[in-house]
């Protein structure tokens, strides 16, 4: 057996007093072989960030390491003194890290802080410094090198500033790359691109790789060797393919069968009068404008037309810029259109004035994308839920008769009534968003990405939710994401879009089995682990 | 909340320390029936040097102590309602601006923007030199200096609670704009609110005091900073004329800091634990 | 944007914004109680009737209200600020007689404040939690609940009447005849108390602030980076979190100026430093509306000034300005 890069025994760190519980990391033992790459997968809270924290010495303060070893090319690394510690940091052990827009420094151009890291371990000399700096934006693919190496961060895209990450972390060829949750700030292709790159860069150095990440998705796409965290303790651990397709453990497999997987729902039959009528919209964003500054213009909403039938779900499928948001808030009038029609129940929305507007707002609701600013923290829950129908003259006594109503049918308990939003959490918040959106009796629902922010068994809670009202309650609904495995989960029919254009629209089987357009196809291609479910779908 | 904010040592001093000056300052008519102007002694008595007398006489031979004590309802007096005027003024000015954006926002701003070049203390003077120095044109003063930081604060707050959904859920309840206003985004805005506020007093009895300081007091009310002003030209001999005004106004001051610090951090206890960190 | 044109657009509004002020004081001029010819002449020419009939004819004030508006800012917009019958001379004279030693006094404690206050705003910063922090954000608390001249008060007692170290009134030993370096010298020694006490509040300020700034700055993700490659903490410090930490700093400074000029009349007042801020002192007592006007009206296009400097500098240092993005 090869003698692995990194041995962690029985690591444990501790949480400061007064959090839920004692140990962010309780017991963890694993290894990564030189060359392999081990994912560890898990919800928020699980410890697997603070795992990688421990490893880099970068614990928040009031976290510390209370128990264990980390042994990594001859020492423990977790009982170095703080400058050896530091000479390791960059040289040895690099790191990437979640957010590309945050992690660089605003101030400084990306050759200076890829150069920084040859100048913190006293190698090369300063024009070899640039030169290095040069070949490594080379290698990480950016265009360019000579315009980059000159950029400053706020010139770069978000994929292209993780590349510039990962050339830093890549510098003086480190033996292992921690990666936390490199590509989950980002739209699948451009993640998809990443995770090539990192395998790419893996291939050509032989470096181990931890790579952080709550998405089984990218596991099937990278990983050698899995473990899966739960509560801070380790509840499976083995190969990739044994782990996807054997979980022993019953969180794992929760957990696997909570991903909406590339297995299709049954077609259901859809009727044909409309909820949702979009014609021909438009809506084009200028900034700038003033006395010396060029106007822009970005279209976020190009010509597009689509409807929505009685009780059929529709998902809005687009990466971010796509303008999916946009056509969203239009249709619940958050956001007037410049021309087009939106057509709710027959009446044009986007050409009512205010006063008519707010007397015809109930007809369209929406459940909003972030459970923790969707709810307003001073308003206690009826409140939030009765608000509209006593605003359209329902008697208050009924109104929040519907509500508790309404919130039992969320899966909340009457109770909940009387409490106030920071009493529950991002699963119960949605739940909470959902019964204001239903309080109003509408035609039509929005979910704006309504489970994105949410953990993957969370999510599937919702989504089992939206189902089961989506049946009961003969609802419409208009599904914006920018995940196509969820939209598969819930619509009847996908509609793609592109940078403010509709790129192609149909049934949820003719999307994902027979796509027309180009990008549809390079959408579902990009998606994580989309070769892993074909096969787990053709075995099924 | 609350038990964040009484933990803090520094803030309770605060509190300890205001309490103590506004009990000085109601009970002073109880303590000093004669009042602050009446002639008690001789001149230039040093403190401690007569019975009775424990801060000594000023110039004219009146109580020192008994002046701090009417000086000390002045400056309290000032204080509040000068930051309440400027509430008024700066909470819907900036609301508006913040809420309804666009050229109402502009106009506000370029209001507000006129108003924050100007060397408010500068600007103060002129309107007191003006209008003759009476309380309450010391208060209106202060004031019309104070109020834009308050419409800025209010105006940033506003903006980046709007954008919060909770405020789209509201309009599609079919909410009216003022009202959502009124009912979701302003209640959100209120800690910040409440910290300035104990700040602005602070500063507010600064204020009053150097006004006073250069003559341009209430001639009928005694004050701290006409009692440092009056004393000036007789530094050299009798210090204690201008000492204990000055230490009166530190402590008031510094407890109204201390105060607000405190409220910050137990209002924004995300915040404060960064400042720890 | 160029800088160029930033510039420009920015002593537009500059220009405005005195034009404003312009407008405002004629306002107050008129809202002062009285018979406006009387404000104008001030405490000293009360009794003159002729002067009085020349002055209502000189500022029409016997014409309509717009032709008074427009004589007033006309003649403030040729730099005519009017003229003090108290002092016998154009205001304009007065306030440029005095301006140097302002200009001297302010930016010196701006200099000392900024450079002190950021210095230890940063060392406080370094040591957070420590017992030197908490000794240094007590001591800032302090200067900042301390009344500007009242600590002038007491350093004019301690420096100069008790320890006699420095001279505690004035701007130079008068009828000494110092010339030169000597001269220079001599103000220096004058300069010292002055400029320390007015910069004490802000150096406070500044340093409260940094310290803030960089506590801030220190939880971004990107120091977070620079600790992953390898970086020690004073590099950290001093490459990443400093430069980020003062931006918000320097826009704070801008916004102080006014303030800055604001206390400079209560220290000047307490040093008798023949500034600007003392000549605004003796014609409060003067009621001299004239010369009191032209003060705040140059007082605030100092102000405009220092801004429209912050402004370039910020634009120096964050390259995300201007730049199309």
Redesign the interface.
């Known amino acids: 057996m090869k003698k692995p890069a990194l041995s962690i025994e029985n690591l444990s760190i501790g949480l400061p007093q007064g959090a839920d519980r004692d140990f962010a990391v309780e017991n963890l033992s694993f290894a990564i072989e030189k060359g392999e790459i081990l994912c560890v997968v898990g919800e928020s809270g699980s410890g697997k960030s603070m795992t990688a924290n421990a490893l880099m010495g970068l614990l928040p303060p009031g976290v510390d390491v209370r128990g264990g070893k980390a042994r990594f090319e001859g020492q423990d690394v977790l009982a170095l003194p703080e400058t050896d510690k530091q000479a390791m940091r960059g040289e040895r052990i690099a790191m990437i890290f979640q957010e590309p827009m945050t992690a660089l420094n605003p101030l400084m151009r990306i050759g200076d802080q890829i150069a920084e890291v040859f100048a913190a371990h006293n190698r090369l000399t300063t024009p070899e410094r640039r030169n290095r700096a040069l070949e490594l934006i080379r290698e990480v693919g950016l265009p360019d090198p000579e315009k980059i190496i000159r950029a400053y961060p706020f010139q770069l895209s978000g994929g292209q500033r993780q590349r510039a990450m990962i050339a830093m972390a890549l510098a003086l060829e480190p033996k292992l790359l921690i990666a936390d949750e490199p590509t989950t700030a980002l739209d699948v292709t451009t993640q998809a691109q990443i995770l090539k790159l990192i395998l790419n860069l893996r291939e050509k150095h032989g470096m181990a790789v931890m790579f952080i990440t709550h998405d089984f998705g990218v596991v099937a796409e990278i990983a050698d060797q899995v473990i899966v965290m739960q509560e801070g303790k380790m509840v499976e651990r083995g190969p990739a393919q044994q782990v996807l397709v054997t979980p022993e453990h019953p969180y794992t497999q929760r957990l696997l069968d909570a991903i909406p997987t590339g297995k299709l729902p049954q077609a259901r039959p859809l009727g044909t009068v409309p909820a949702l009528e979009i014609k021909s919209l438009r809506k084009t964003y200028r900034t700038g404008g003033g006395l010396f500054k060029p106007v822009r213009e970005v279209h976020a909403i190009d010509n597009v037309s689509l409807s929505v039938a009685r009780g059929e779900v529709l998902g809005l499928v687009g990466e971010s810029g796509s303008g999916k948001s946009t056509l969203g808030r239009t249709a619940v009038r958050l956001v007037t259109p410049d021309s087009g029609q939106v057509l709710v129940g027959g009446v044009d929305i986007a050409a009512l004035s205010e006063e008519e507007l707010r007397k015809e707002r109930h007809k369209v609701q929406m459940v909003f994308q972030d459970p923790y600013a969707s709810l307003n923290p001073r308003q206690k829950i009826i409140s939030a839920i009765t608000g509209g129908p006593i605003t359209r003259g329902v008697p208050r006594a009924k109104a929040e008769e519907r509500a508790r109503e309404l919130l039992e049918v969320v899966g909340l308990g009457a109770d909940a009534a009387t409490r106030y939003p920071h009493e529950f959490s991002g699963g119960q918040r949605q739940r909470i968003g959902i019964a204001r959106a239903l309080a109003m009796d509408p035609e039509l629902i929005v979910a704006d990405e309504a489970v994105s922010a949410l953990d993957v068994s969370i999510q599937a809670q919702v989504l089992d939710l939206l189902r089961d009202l989506r049946s009961r309650l003969d609802l419409s609904i208009l599904f914006i994401t920018h995940d196509l495995r969820v939209a598969a989960q819930l619509c009847d029919r996908i509609a793609v879009m592109q940078k403010g254009k509709l790129v192609e629209i149909g049934t949820v089987h003719e999307i994902f089995q027979s796509p027309k357009q180009a990008y549809t196809r390079q959408l579902l291609a990009a998606v994580p682990g989309a070769d892993w479910q074909r096969e787990e779908a053709a075995t099924a | 909340m609350w038990k964040r904010f009484r933990s803090n040592i520094g803030a309770m001093v605060g509190v300890a320390i205001l309490l103590a000056v506004i009990l000085i300052a109601v009970c002073a008519p109880l303590i000093y029936p004669h009042g602050p102007w009446q002639m008690v002694q001789r001149p230039f008595l040093p403190p401690m040097s007569v019975d009775g007398l424990p801060l000594g006489t000023d110039t004219l031979g009146r109580n020192v102590a008994a002046q701090l004590a009417y000086g000390a309802q002045v400056s309290l007096l000032v204080g509040l309602v000068s930051t309440i005027v400027a509430l008024l003024i700066g909470v819907p000015l900036g609301a508006v601006a913040g809420f309804y954006g666009n050229w109402v926002d502009e106009g506000a701003m370029r209001f507000t923007e006129?108003f924050?070049?100007?060397?408010?203390?500068?600007?103060a003077?002129?309107?007191v030199?003006?209008?003759?120095p009476t309380l309450a044109s010391i208060t209106l003063a202060i004031a019309i200096v104070s109020w834009p930081p308050v419409a800025r604060l209010v105006r940033a707050e506003v903006m980046s609670v709007r954008k919060?959904?909770?405020v789209?859920?509201?309009?599609?309840?079919?909410?009216?704009r003022p009202k959502i206003l009124i009912t979701?985004v302003l209640?959100?805005t209120v800690s910040p609110i409440i910290v300035m506020a104990s700040l602005m007093v602070?500063t507010a009895i600064?204020l009053e005091?150097?006004l006073s300081?250069?003559?341009?007091g209430d001639p009928n009310a005694m004050s701290w900073?006409y009692m440092?002003g009056a004393a000036?030209t007789v530094?050299?001999t009798s210090?204690w004329l201008?000492?204990f005004?000055?230490i009166a106004?530190?402590l008031t001051?510094?407890a109204l800091?201390?105060i607000g610090?405190g409220l910050n951090d137990a209002l924004n206890p995300h915040l404060s634990r960064?400042?720890?960190? | 944007m160029s800088i160029l044109t930033a510039i420009l657009g920015r002593l537009a509004k500059a220009a405005l914004t005195l034009l404003a002020i312009a407008v405002l004081n004629f306002f107050l001029l008129h809202a002062a109680p009285g018979d406006p010819a009387v404000v104008l002449a001030g405490e000293a020419g009360a009794a003159d009737e002729q002067m009085i009939e020349q002055l209502r004819e000189r500022f029409g004030l016997d014409q309509p209200f717009y032709v008074q508006l427009g004589k007033y800012v006309g003649g403030i917009v040729q730099l005519d600020l009017g003229y003090s019958f108290r002092q016998d001379a154009p205001v304009s004279q007065l306030i440029l007689d005095r301006l140097p030693a302002t200009l001297l006094l302010t930016l010196t404690a701006f200099g000392i404040s900024l450079v002190c206050g950021i210095a230890l705003g940063v060392a406080s910063a370094a040591r957070v939690g420590k017992a030197s922090d908490s000794a240094l954000t007590t001591l800032a608390l302090l200067f900042y609940a301390t009344p500007l001249y009242w600590l002038a008060l007491m350093a004019v007692l301690v420096f100069s009447v008790w320890l006699g170290w420095l001279p505690g009134f004035g701007y130079e030993t008068v009828g000494a005849g110092y010339t030169g370096i000597t001269r220079a010298l001599d103000i220096l020694q004058h300069l010292i108390l002055p400029a320390l006490t007015l910069g004490l509040f802000f150096m406070a300020v500044y340093m409260r602030m940094t310290r803030a700034s960089m506590l801030e700055v220190s939880q971004l993700d990107f120091v977070k980076t620079a600790k992953a490659k390898g970086l020690s903490g004073p590099a950290i410090r001093r490459r990443h979190i400093l430069r980020n930490a003062i931006l918000p700093v320097v826009t704070l400074a801008g916004l102080q100026a006014g303030q800055l000029v604001g206390g400079a009349v209560l220290t000047e007042t307490v040093f008798a430093w023949p500034g600007i801020g003392r000549l605004m002192f003796e014609s409060l007592a003067a009621r001299d509306y004239n010369t009191i006007l032209g003060v705040f009206l140059v007082s605030a296009a100092m102000v405009i000034l220092f801004n429209i400097v912050t402004d370039i500098v910020y634009r120096i240092v964050d390259p995300r300005i201007g730049a199309t993005a």
């Open positions: 006129f924050q070049t100007i060397p408010n203390f500068a600007l003077i002129v309107l030199a003006i209008f003759e919060r959904e909770f789209d859920a509201a309009t599609l309840a079919g909410l009216s979701q209640p959100n602070a600064l005091s150097s300081f250069l003559g341009l900073g440092i000036r530094i050299r210090w201008s000492f005004p000055g106004i530190v001051v510094l800091n201390l610090e960064k400042g720890r960190a």
